[in-house]
């Protein structure tokens, strides 16, 4: 049973650039969350979404940043005309149920904007 | 704003001994809590959780206390083991939140000594 994928797992952009990130829930799991983690601190939450719905994007940036997790295929996170501040570690995770407490964390991708 | 916080951001432990993780929380609306493991270049890895109508619980080499009086949450580690090197977060989910939005706290960091 596959865990959460993610990837790419590291990412360079330049300023300016898109950056899409894209997650693959674990098999049977229909909700995902962003978070994100600058060095040396505790991830921050971002988005959580269920399959073609956003049901909370109370974390994330009101420009440039948006997130999908359409009907068939990965969610993504895009960060448009990246900054060198957008330069983070991006965790996804997944659950399967809507009230269920754990949630399942990816391996990350590494962004780095030049 | 309210937040979940960690006392110590390093803890050295020779092998053998128990480690004892610190947090603390704000927001008694936070019923849910979760400690997670962090090794470098990886996602946080679920250890072991607690829910606020408990003080106590144990899993295999860990026990999670928690004092809703004082709004404090600790990890102890058994007979800590060099595997047992990594940054260390605890979470809290609120009963207010939409979804299952997890507010991480800063880390520590356990560094074990063979």
């Known amino acids: 049973n596959a865990g959460v994928m993610q990837n790419p797992r590291h990412l360079v952009r330049r300023r300016g650039q898109e950056a899409r990130l894209r997650c693959s829930p674990m098999k049977g799991h229909s909700h995902v969350y962003w978070y994100r983690q600058l060095p040396e601190e505790g991830l921050k939450f971002m988005v959580y979404?269920?399959?073609?719905?956003?049901?909370?994007e109370s974390g994330m940036p009101k420009e440039r940043f948006s997130a999908e997790f359409p009907k068939e295929g990965p969610s993504i996170l895009r960060i448009q005309q990246v900054v060198r501040g957008d330069s983070a570690a991006y965790f996804c995770?997944?659950?399967?149920?809507?009230?269920?407490?754990?949630?399942?964390f990816g391996p990350g991708t590494r962004l780095t904007v030049l | 704003g309210e937040s979940v916080g960690l006392h110590l951001p390093t803890l050295s432990v020779q092998e053998g001994d128990n480690s004892i993780i610190n947090c603390a929380y704000s927001n008694s609306a936070s019923d849910y809590f979760i400690w997670y493991k962090q090794e470098s270049g990886k996602g946080p890895q679920f250890i072991i959780d607690?829910?606020?109508?408990?003080d106590k619980r144990q899993g295999q080499r860990v026990t999670v206390l928690l004092n809703k009086t004082v709004k404090h949450l600790s990890l102890q580690i058994a007979a800590t083991q060099p595997g047992d090197s990594a940054v260390y977060f605890c979470?809290?989910?609120?009963?207010?939140?939409?979804?299952?939005?997890?507010?991480f706290g800063g880390g520590t960091r356990v560094l074990v000594k063979p």
């Open positions: 979404l269920q399959k073609e719905n956003i049901i909370d």
């Open positions: 979470a809290e989910k609120r009963r207010e939140a939409a979804g299952n939005k997890l507010t």
């Open positions: 995770a997944s659950s399967r149920l809507a009230g269920g407490n754990e949630q399942f």
């Open positions: 607690i829910r606020s109508n408990m």
